[in-house]
Structures are given as C-alpha cells and as structure tokens.
C-alpha cells in the first residue's frame, strides 16, 4: 500500500513539473514604458573672427565624435563659433556647448569660471608642449633682457598663454616690472618694462621689424617655423619660457560621467583608426592623450604663474 502511494506521488509530481514546463511566464502589465533617449548633437565650440575656417577644420571632429556616441542618443556633430573667451565661457555655462579647445591659460580660466573639467592634452601642429619667445630686430642694438627696461614690448593678448601669460611670468620672476600701455608709442618710465597688445602674431613681427617695438614676443612655433626667413634673419632671441601643454581639452559640466569617459575615449583613441585620423588632420591635430604627469599637476603650475600675472596692470 506504502508503495503504491509513493508511486501516486511521484506521477502527480511529474505531471505537475510538465504542465508547468509547458506554461509561458506571465509578463507583468503594470511596468513604465522605457524613457526613450531623446536624439541631440555633441557640440565643439571655438573662438575666432572667422567662423567659415574654425567650421571647416572642426567639423570632420564634430562629426566623427558624433559616430562613436550614438548610444548616447546623439546624432549629430555641430561646430559653435564664439567671438570671445567671456562668449565661450558663457555658451559652455549654459550647455550650449560640450568641449573646447585651447591653450591651458584662457582654459583654466573658463574651467574656474563654468566648472568645465579640462581633461586631456590637444597635440596641435604635431606638438605636446610648447614656449613662448621674447625676440628683437638686429639692428635694435638689444642683446639681453636688462635692457630692456624703459622700452616697449609687443605682447599677443591678455588671454594669450605664450603670447602674454609665459614671457611676463618669466620677466617677472627675474625681477622686471611690467606696465601695460594702450599703444606701442605711449611713453615708458626708465625703470619698467611697457608692453601693448598687437593681438595678431604676424603684427606682432612687423612692430618689431619696423622699430615701433623694441622687443616681441610669440610662440615657438611662430619664430621657429612660421615666419618667413627673410624675416627671421633680422631677428635676435633673447630668451625662451618654460614649456607648457600645447593645448588642452575641456569638457562642460553637467554631463553625464559615463558620457564624459566615452568623449574621452573616442579623443584619445581616434588617432588609431583611418576616419579619426583623417578628422584630426583639418583640426590641426596629431592626437590627444592624457597629462604625464596628471591633470592637477599641469595646472598647479598654471595657478601659480596666474597669480603673478594678476598683479600686472593691464592696459
């Protein structure tokens, strides 16, 4: 009997395992429908007076980013050109734009301004790190940096980092007073050093070449490779900065973490491949990699020569 009961069981039990086998789940109903991810675009923002240019040479990045972030709900690659640094710090304070490139100076400022992370290097022109140059004209008679006190100098721009921010900390951590002047012909006291903006490289030359300056400065880059020969026969360098990252990438806030990794990934990596290299190449750019010896150091650095530059009275 004990056994006839057990074998009972035992067929309930296997006929109750296959009706179940045989049953589809049911599938709750009263679940939310998935939020869907809403297309938009990654925008690179610039700087320029020439918005046709900056367009043409960013583009290919802005859309080849755009290709590796579509799980991220983008579908385009957009270039927004700004006509000032105060412009761009306000378009990536607003989300208007994501990523900016520039030298570390007008970056570190537009990082503390927005809370923009700057998080790799840009090698522009094939180049990691770069200086600025203090020169003169052979027939200034100058030779050396002491003499030039009670003269003028021809500076780029108050944003610039190797046009302004690198030869006056460099000037002034020799000891030099500087005075900024509204024009290259405003008078200079005998104990100071004047400077005035050109704001263009190539003016920059010319007031040199043409005696309106006593002294320029520029980048390497310009005094190495990019002025004419005729011109660079005429000239005498007196001294080079120290070196600094060529340029830097920044990130706006507000961005999901994820999405920024994923941004860097794609920058860091694009020069590997056919398409990322061939977008890098209109942007003037070999590749871009993260800082040797990290982010904080690079801009420690930076802080410390901003704080000095801060004291000089600008034009």
């Known amino acids: 009997m004990k056994i006839k009961n057990t074998l009972l069981l035992a ?39 020439d918005p046709a240019e900056v367009i043409e040479g960013a583009q290919p990045l802005a859309d080849y980013l755009a290709s590796q972030l579509s799980e991220f709900g983008i579908t385009e690659g957009k270039v927004r050109v700004a006509s000032s640094i105060e412009e761009m710090a306000e378009l990536l304070a607003k989300g208007e734009v994501d990523l900016y490139f520039d030298s570390i100076y007008p970056a570190t400022l537009i990082s503390d301004q927005t809370g923009a992370q700057i998080v790799l290097r840009r090698w522009r022109f094939g180049v990691d790190e770069y200086q600025g140059v203090i020169f003169t004209s052979a027939s200034s008679g100058i030779t050396s940096l002491e003499q030039l006190p009670g003269h003028m100098v021809a500076m780029d721009a108050p944003y610039s980092t190797s046009g302004f921010l690198l030869p006056s900390v460099l000037l002034l951590e020799k000891g030099f007073t500087l005075s900024g002047k509204e024009r290259y012909d405003d008078p200079v006291a005998p104990g100071e050093i004047g400077f005035a903006f050109s704001y263009d490289d ?18 390497d880059f310009h005094f190495d490779v990019a002025f004419p020969e005729e011109a660079k026969s005429q000239l005498v360098e007196l001294a080079r900065t120290e070196f600094t990252p060529r340029q830097v990438a920044l990130i706006r806030s507000g961005l999901g973490e994820e999405l920024v ?15 990322g290299a061939a977008a890098l190449e209109p942007f003037q750019t070999s590749r ?22 801060n004291a000089i009275r600008l034009p």
């Open 11 to 49: 067929v309930v039990a296997v006929m109750v395992l296959t009706s179940c086998a045989g049953q589809t789940p049911a599938v709750p109903t009263d679940l939310p429908p998935a939020t869907p991810i809403e297309p938009r675009a990654i925008v690179i923002g610039d700087i320029s007076d």
């Open 202 to 219: 190539e003016n920059t030359l010319q007031w040199v070449l043409n005696g309106f300056t006593a002294a320029g400065v520029t980048d």
């Open 288 to 309: 871009f990699d993260e800082f040797p010896e990290g982010i904080e150091s690079a801009t420690a650095r930076m802080r410390e020569m901003m704080e000095l530059v």
């Open 261 to 275: 990794q994923a941004i860097v990934r794609a920058l860091t990596t694009m020069h590997e491949t056919e398409a």
